[in-house]
Nanobody
Framework: QVRLAESGGGLVQAGGSLRLSCVASGLAFRCFVMGWFRQNPGTEREFVAR????????VFADAVEGRYSISRDNDENTVVLEMNTLKPEDTAVYYC?????????????????WGQGTQVTVSS
């Protein structure tokens, strides 16, 4: 059974930082592109960042480019999202996801497995 477990969310003031982690089990982790999405109530799930299976290629949404970084450890089946200079508009539930696709990787439908999400709240 595949499981993606996020952790590290919380409440932070604007300008602060948070580190989200996602530990995967039950899948061949190094074969998957790993992504992070976020979502607020009543809105669509929004692409945030992704990292290739080998960690070489990273892609970020324009809204977080230069403030967020993503990394992975294939020996520990872990992907990490480092979030800096946080803004109130970064507030959302953040989801970790795994994809076997090679394209359309900014689309939620391209991801096969999802975590349960972790809440990030940025106060002004």
């Amino acid at each position: 059974q595949v499981r993606l477990a996020e952790s590290g969310g919380g409440l932070v003031q604007a300008g602060g930082s948070l580190r989200l982690s996602c530990v995967a089990s039950g899948l061949a982790f190094r074969c998957f592109v790993m992504g992070w999405f976020r979502q607020n109530p009543g809105t669509e799930r929004e692409f945030v960042a992704r990292i290739s299976w080998d960690g070489v290629t990273t892609v970020f949404a324009d809204a977080v480019e230069g403030r967020y970084s993503i990394s992975r450890d294939n020996d520990e089946n872990t992907v990490v999202l480092e979030m800096n200079t946080l803004k109130p508009e970064d507030t959302a539930v953040y989801y970790c996801a795994a994809s076997r696709y090679v394209d359309y990787l900014s689309k939620a439908w391209a991801y096969d497995y999802w975590g349960q999400g972790t809440q990030v709240t940025v106060s002004s």
